[in-house]
């Protein structure tokens, strides 16, 4: 997040573009026996902790499980009832811990930090476009959305 490894890396991690976390890059960021999830393997996450109860209301239908993923630091405070950013310590019932590292745009400008997780795919939309899924302070639910390859996003592993 602008560009600063001292004060943004060693909390946030790096945001990294599309071609990076791509599969068929041959310089994978992944270590041996890991990779970058695909768009399946994020609504299987989803899935899982919505039909196991980690919906902030505690019911099992409905995409309410931000809270059951976001980390207890770092979120923006928000007023709306079941949003990350509600009564912190309320947050991470999944273990999941993500924090709000922000993005950068396409055309290089760095916005959101303290108030968006954004993590890649390795899915990819459209030539122009990849999926990928966020968590924003002021909601209560996993977006998935397809943005443009060159934007700068988090990533998170899965084991093979």
């Known amino acids: 997040y602008n560009n600063d490894a001292t004060t943004n890396k060693a909390k946030y991690g790096a945001l990294y573009n599309w071609y990076t976390v791509n599969p068929a890059n041959p310089k994978k960021i992944a270590p041996a026996g890991w990779h970058v999830p695909t768009d399946a393997e994020w609504d ?3 899935n899982y902790l919505i039909v196991s109860g980690y919906n902030w209301d505690g019911t099992t239908t409905g995409n309410k499980i931000a809270k059951a993923m976001a980390a207890q630091t770092d979120w923006s405070a928000s007023a709306n009832a079941g949003a990350i950013g509600n009564d912190l310590t309320k947050n991470n019932g999944s273990g999941f811990s993500s924090l709000p590292g922000g993005y950068r ?3 290089g400008t760095f916005s959101y930090q303290s108030n968006l997780g954004d993590w890649w795919s390795a899915t990819e939309n459209v030539a122009s476009s ?7 302070y002021d909601c209560d639910y996993l977006y998935r959305i397809s943005l443009s390859k060159s934007c700068g996003f988090s990533v998170r592993l899965v084991r093979d």
């Open 130 to 136: 990849a999926c990928n899924r966020n968590l924003y």
């Open 105 to 107: 745009y396409n055309d």
């Open 44 to 46: 299987i996450l989803q």
